[in-house]
């Protein structure tokens, strides 16, 4: 089992900028699909990011499509969001999760094994 651990949430104006860390435990990380998802209160858990094992395959909604970016260094045991252009729309606390097998947009949250515990992202004038 996976332990995530996400940080570099904040404050930002929109249009702002921020880089979302997920730091992994584990002997086998690079064998993980790695995403970022996001949830508000009263709506669902919305996937926001994937990436291959490799690092070779990322997908995006369109949602944020142009705007976050997900990367990932195997050899840190690290997986990251960067954030760009945010939003009102970006509100939310954004999670990282792992699961095996490969990125496709139709995998919900409920595929994922493994959690963190959320870092809070919040955009304000």
């Known amino acids: 089992q996976l332990q995530l651990v996400e940080s570099g949430g904040g404050l930002v104006q929109p249009g702002g900028s921020l880089r979302l860390s997920c730091a992994a435990s584990g002997f086998t990380f690079n064998n993980y699909t790695i995403a970022w998802f996001r949830q508000v209160p009263g709506k669902e858990r919305e996937g926001v990011a994937c990436?291959?094992?490799?690092?070779?395959?990322?997908i995006y909604p369109d949602s944020v499509k142009g705007r976050f970016t997900i990367s990932r260094d195997n050899a840190r045991n690290t997986a990251y969001l960067q954030m760009n252009s945010l939003k009102l729309e970006d509100i939310a606390i954004y999670y990282c999760?792992?699961?095996?097998?490969?990125?496709?947009?139709?995998?919900?949250?409920?595929?994922?094994?493994?959690w963190g515990q959320g870092t809070q992202v919040t955009v304000s004038s």
């Open positions: 990436i291959s094992s490799s690092g070779y395959n990322t």
């Open positions: 999760a792992a699961r095996f097998g490969r990125c496709t947009a139709d995998v919900g949250a409920y595929q994922y094994d493994s």
